[in-house]
């Protein structure tokens, strides 16, 4: 059995009062029976690790960089997350790809510093509006998980986010069959690539507008383990429901 995670990515939002946001969560699921990871913005990930101390939340970074260290201005690497107290790292988000030109092979590069530091890699992949009308959304789904993703991993050190470009903060959501058509296409392209214990046991997380009164229906598709979820992390009072849709899954 997957574990499933709800996964909230707070993006450039947040600070210091921010954190009364997890406490909120931490109380509203003591116990809860999947994994919830929040990730904070850089400036916050130490403080919200001590926030969610004593609790099965976890905490992680919303990128790395491929090199453990070196002259590299601005940026944070695998190993320093991880010594902040984070276990997850998110790669790959198409605001990264589109904002900072990252390509597949950079990608790859990050998501094996992930690795090597002890994190799990949250492997963002998507396709924009002009593939998915092009009806080339597949091919591009396959081309980014043959890029992005190492040879080499395990089912606890990856999670795969399936986020359609033109769903992210835009309300627009696809069809509950667009969604399931391209995770059972995930799921037998790990298979074939990894084997049956790798490619059964990764999770797939759906991203994209993900909201309280849309979450169970989405929870009920084929191959979807839980959700990377944007604006509607930031509050408890929105995240919570969705958290409560997946554990009921």
Known sequence: MRRKLAAGNWKMNGLSSSLTEIEALVKAHPDPD????????????????????????????????????????????????????????????????????ETDDDV???????????????????????????????????????????????????????????????????????????HDFIRTKLVARYGDGVGNSTRILYGGSVKPGNAAEIFAVSNVDGALVGGASLKAADFSPIIAALEAS
């Not at 999947?34 to 990930?45: F, R, Y």
């Not at 002009?130 to 606890?156: F, K, M, Y």
């Open 34 to 101: 999947i994994d919830i990871l929040i990730c904070p913005p850089a400036t916050l990930l130490s403080a919200a690790v001590v926030t969610a101390a004593d609790h099965t939340l976890a905490i992680g970074g919303q990128d790395c960089h491929a090199h453990e260290d070196g002259a590299h201005t601005g940026d944070i690497s695998a190993p320093m997350l991880k010594d902040a107290g984070a276990s997850y790292v998110i790669v790959g988000h198409s605001e990264r790809r589109t904002d900072h030109g």
């Open 108 to 182: 790859r590069g990050k998501a094996r510093a992930a690795m090597a530091a002890g994190l799990t890699a949250v492997i963002c992949i998507g396709e924009t509006l002009e593939e998915r009308e092009a009806a080339n959304t597949l091919e591009i789904i396959a081309g980014q998980l043959a890029g992005s993703l190492p040879d080499i991993v395990t089912a606890v050190n990856m999670v795969i986010a399936y986020e359609p470009v033109w769903a992210i903060g835009t309300g627009k959501v696809p069809t509950l069959e667009q969604i399931g058509e391209v």
